[in-house]
């Protein structure tokens, strides 16, 4: 397999210690990017090093939030270059110009670099064969790479990668690398284990929060209580007397309390005399859900309209109708946000966990005014992210915080700032209706409401049947919203798929069958565009149904199922429950998955998994509740989480064989697991459930 890979978008830079050779790649197809990269020293995308002592350093370009990427990235690489993994080291690369898209968001990391990092990989391994072939003038077909080693397979000659790093430096870049045959996989699809797992169980210093640096100061910031006020006055008297605290920072609606310890800026920050205005109006929840009914009662223009809704229920003998309410969530990542900055007059120097380095650095220039180029930004490995670090708002603040301190410092955020100060999953409401004959969808009806927001796509409903009728509004507010893992996906899934249950039991089909018979029309003979493989679909819908022995009842067990698309993976779940004093209790769920091609297995399994369970906890148990604009659940005692006692005993994972590239992967199966839980719900309690917090609809 060939491919193209053009001399201006490759470096290669020779001597970086010791002789070594270090080869980076603009990858993407950035042409922008690569006239850019041709003119400067280097700027990798992702890059390998190979010193002349045989080490072997892979960058990891995208930053790391807990989806593996760290670990899968960089063996895409050493596939190609035909490394021994455990001779390689790893670590993530900062923000450079060059290295593409360096975020970590959208299941895109993997899926977005695949085959550029396979060249890399591929290039490299080239042009060390045939630095190998020139030392022993002998042809390069009788040479092969092997385990960092460079083989000639007739006089069993060998030379390692170290030993021909400086000549392969000098030799002309392949325009054509050739990529293995999937056959020949040493690393790709086998289980490897996280490269940070040690440090990680052993608890090494890995995260934000760690970061120690000369002169460094800890802020802690007094934000509005609430959504809509602001700040008018700051006493700081009690505080700067507080032991330990240096300094008090007005910014324009907050207050930093810098000090030589974290204890020190909170117990300071606690002693801040600060008066609030309310200069916008404080909003309720209630409030929103009152809102929302009146806005779907009134209906809008649709975003989707195939065939005639009206018509076709005139013509059915039955009209169900459901309504499903939504609570506002937060993001609640295991690690508090934090951010180190350093302002100075000639350079600024940003470390903390984002997932938008390059938003972070721009907003950064913005606000300092000050040349991009002059910001320097790294991102260590991250307690979690779900989306709440797609904003820039704790790195800006600390680079505000430092230049007005004129120090460096570590803003630190408690649990409460994080809660009390989130971009928020928004509140919705939706509205479902179907018209059904003895025996047939007819039509389908969907309206949805939201802040910020409204119905973010359509179901897989759309194209397969002759009428759908889709509506979307948003509501207004000044309570901040932004994305929460599968954006869109992990409300739509839940309602779209409990109400084609609530469907299928109308008709009295069975819920996997009428799936299946879905897709076959969609594929047959589809309405209007279809955003779906319907094949696809129907391989992870077979699958779930051969694993979990869809059909068969076993005594006391409850089950439901549902599946899903989003980030270009399709998924089915089963999800099997007992009752025990009356409340369910999650037996197994079983998942599979179509992604293409699976990079790690174990860390492929442990997304589906971590998904699975993140998603039975946020339909379960949280909620987040706007009282005159200020947060009620403000800690983990009130934001219900799930427990272990509530957890699946066993998530069985199952990936659908596939040649093709990955898709996306860390979002994908949390999206459908709430809609297999309400199912079995149902079937064990005959109670439909069609507001989260689950717990709360059956008590």
């Known amino acids: ?125 080239e042009m060390l064969v045939a630095a190998a072939a020139q030392t022993w003038n002998v042809p390069v077909a009788e040479c092969v790479a092997e385990d960092g080693m460079v083989l000639h397979k007739s006089s069993g000659k ?22 293995k045959e999937s056959k020949d996989f040493k690393y790709i699809g086998t289980r490897v284990k996280d490269v940070d797992a040690h440090k990680i169980v052993t608890g090494q210093p890995l995260y934000g929060i760690d970061t120690r640096k000369e002169g460094m100061l800890y802020a802690m910031v007094a934000r509005p209580p609430a959504y809509g006020k602001t700040l008018v006055s700051v006493d700081d008297t009690a505080a700067l007397k507080v032991n330990g605290v240096k300094q008090v920072v007005k910014l324009k609606n907050s207050v930093a309390v810098l000090a030589t310890s974290t204890w020190a800026a909170k117990k300071g920050r606690e002693v801040l005399v600060i008066q609030w205005e309310a200069k916008e109006k404080l909003e309720n929840s209630t409030e929103h859900f009152a809102m929302f009914k009146e806005m779907i009662d009134k209906g809008t223009n649709p975003s989707r309209n195939d065939g005639d809704w009206e018509a076709a229920k005139k013509q ?43 938003s972070v650095r721009k907003q950064v220039a913005e606000q300092l005014k000050i040349a991009e180029d ?28 430092s230049a007005a301190a004129k120090c ?83 409300t739509l899934a839940f309602v779209a798929e409990s109400f084609m249950d ?3 039991t109308e008709l009295k089909v069975d819920p996997v069958a009428y799936r299946l ?21 129907k391989s992870v819908v077979e699958l779930v149904a051969k694993m979990s022995n869809w059909g068969t009842k076993t005594p006391g067990v409850f089950r439901g199922f549902a599946t899903w698309f989003s980030f270009n993976t399709y998924v089915a779940q089963v999800v099997d429950i007992k009752l025990e004093k009356g409340k369910p209790k999650i037996v197994k769920v079983y998942c599979a998955v179509n992604c293409g091609r699976v990079i790690n297995l ?33 800690n983990f005692y009130s934001y219900n989480m799930l427990k272990i006692k509530d957890a699946p005993l066993d998530v069985a994972v199952q990936f659908v064989p596939s040649e093709e590239a990955p898709t996306g992967l860390g979002e994908p199966a949390l999206p459908p697991i709430a809609a297999a839980l309400s199912s079995a719900i149902f079937a064990a309690t005959g109670k439909r459930i069609r507001k989260m917090p689950f717990v709360e609809q059956m008590t």
Not at 107 to 115: A, I, L
Not at 616 to 621: D, G, K, L, V, Y
Request: proline share 5%.
């Open 1 to 125: 397999m060939k491919q193209e890979l053009t001399r201006r978008n490759f470096l290669r830079v020779s001597a970086i210690t010791g002789g070594g050779m270090m080869l980076s790649l603009s990858f993407l197809n950035n042409t922008a990017n690569a006239e850019t990269v041709a003119d400067t020293a280097f700027a990798p995308n992702i890059y390998i090093k190979i010193g002349t002592d045989g080490s072997i350093l892979i960058l990891a370009p995208n930053p790391e939030i807990g989806q593996g990427v760290k670990t899968s990235l960089p063996m895409i690489v050493a596939e190609e270059l035909c490394v021994d993994w455990k001779k390689v080291q790893v670590e993530l690369a900062p923000l450079q110009a060059g290295f593409g898209r360096q975020t970590a968001g959208g299941s895109g990391s993997v899926r977005g670099r695949f085959t550029d990092l396979r060249k890399a990989g591929a290039t490299a391994r």
């Open 158 to 179: 060998k030379l390692a990668y170290g030993d021909l790093a400086a000549k392969a430096a000098t030799l002309e870049v392949p325009k054509n690398p050739t990529l």
């Open 316 to 358: 059915a003998s039955k009209t169900i109708e459901a309504v499903f309410e939504l609570p506002t969530l937060s993001h609640g990542q295991m690690e508090p946000l934090n951010f180190y900055a350093d302002v100075r007059e000639d350079k600024v120097e940003l470390f903390g966990p984002t997932q938008v380095p390059d």
């Open 374 to 401: 002059k910001i320097s930004i790294s991102t260590p490995r991250q307690g979690g992210g779900f989306g709440r670090k797609l904003m820039t708002d704790n790195g800006v603040e600390a680079a505000l915080i």
């Open 408 to 490: 460096p410092v570590q803003v630190q955020w408690t649990r409460e700032d994080d809660m009390q100060n989130d971009f928020y999953r928004p509140a919705e409401m939706y509205r479902y209706k179907a018209a059904l004959s003895a025996d047939k969808l007819l039509a389908w009806h969907q309206s949805g409401v939201g802040i910020g927001r409204g119905i973010r796509g359509d179901s897989y409903v759309a194209g397969a049947i002759e009428n759908y009728k889709a509506e979307g509004q948003a509501l207004k507010s000044n309570t901040p919203t932004g994305f929460w893992r599968a954006p869109g996906a992990n």
């Open 502 to 504: 609530e469907v299928c």
């Open 517 to 537: 018979q879905l897709f076959e029309q969609a594929k047959q003979k589809p309405v209007g565009k279809l955003d779906y493989n319907p094949d696809k679909y």
């Open 602 to 634: 174990s860390g492929a399994e442990n997304q589906i998994q971590g998904a699975v369970v993140d998603g039975i906890c946020h339909a379960m148990f949280p909620k987040v509740t706007f009282v005159n604009g200020a947060v009620v659940e403000k």
